[in-house]
């Protein structure tokens, strides 16, 4: 969140949803991340708080390789000689694989003939349909930099094709196998 908005838009968010006084060194805790999330739309609209969940996806990315590139083997020559798109399904895997274990999700990684399918099909903090939106919304911005990073900068189409907070049983979100440019 850091890297997207600085200190005072958060102060002020937080403040729209009912969050007074917030220190920036305080953890976040559910209750803080749902007053954030409602003062995102307060302030911004549901489409902003939208494009800033996927903004601050793409953000965590670098962050991302860096708690777990070693452990999560990004960094094996292995891995970065595969071709792209063999990459990019091995890539899928780890990364649903450090949901899995690192955030108690359940993330399942399946295949098409044009596209990957990323499935969450459970988030025990997700109850809530603001927080299961921003958290796919989190997912798609994540996806994108992960892709582009290992493509040389090329963009792919990603889209969520189902989402929990809309009623669905799980989230689905398709990534097409061939990049957009």
Same mark, same amino acid.
């Given at each position: 969140?850091?890297?997207?908005?600085?200190?005072?838009?958060?102060?002020?968010?937080?403040?729209?949803?009912?969050?007074?006084?917030?220190?920036? =060194?305080?953890?976040?805790?559910?209750?803080?991340?749902?007053?954030?999330?409602?003062?995102?739309?307060?302030?911004?609209?549901?489409?902003?708080?939208?494009?800033?969940?996927?903004?601050?996806? =793409?953000?965590?990315? *670098?962050?991302?390789?860096?708690? /777990?590139?070693?452990?999560?083997?990004?960094?094996? !020559?292995? /891995?970065?000689?595969? !071709?792209?798109?063999?990459?990019?399904?091995?890539?899928?895997?780890?990364?649903?694989?450090?949901?899995? $274990?690192? $955030?108690?999700?359940?993330?399942?990684?399946?295949?098409? *003939?044009?596209?990957?399918?990323?499935?969450?099909?459970?988030?025990?903090?997700?109850?809530? *349909? =603001?927080?299961?939106?921003?958290?796919?919304?989190?997912?798609?911005?994540?996806?994108?930099? /992960?892709?582009?990073?290992?493509?040389?900068?090329?963009?792919?189409?990603?889209?969520?094709?189902?989402?929990?907070?809309?009623?669905?049983?799980?989230?689905?979100?398709?990534?097409?196998?061939? !990049?957009?440019?």
């Amino acid at each position: 969140v850091r890297e997207v908005i600085d200190h005072d838009e958060i102060s002020a968010v937080l403040a729209s949803g009912g969050i007074s006084n917030f220190d920036d =060194q305080t953890d976040w805790t559910l209750v803080v991340f749902k007053a954030f999330l409602s003062g995102m739309e307060i302030r911004h609209g549901r489409l902003g708080l939208r494009g800033f969940a996927v903004r601050v996806g =793409q953000a965590s990315f *670098p962050e991302l390789v860096k708690a /777990y590139g070693s452990d999560g083997g990004f960094e094996e !020559p292995e /891995y970065r000689l595969l !071709p792209v798109r063999k990459r990019a399904r091995v890539g899928l895997e780890k990364i649903a694989a450090i949901f899995n $274990c690192a $955030c108690h999700l359940r993330v399942a990684v399946d295949s098409e *003939p044009d596209a990957w399918v990323w499935t969450i099909a459970d988030c025990p903090l997700c109850n809530d *349909p =603001q927080v299961e939106s921003a958290v796919s919304h989190f997912m798609l911005g994540l996806l994108q930099a /992960y892709l582009s990073w290992i493509s040389g900068g090329k963009m792919f189409l990603i889209e969520e094709k189902a989402c929990m907070a809309d009623g669905a049983p799980s989230c689905i979100i398709h990534i097409h196998r061939l !990049p957009i440019d």
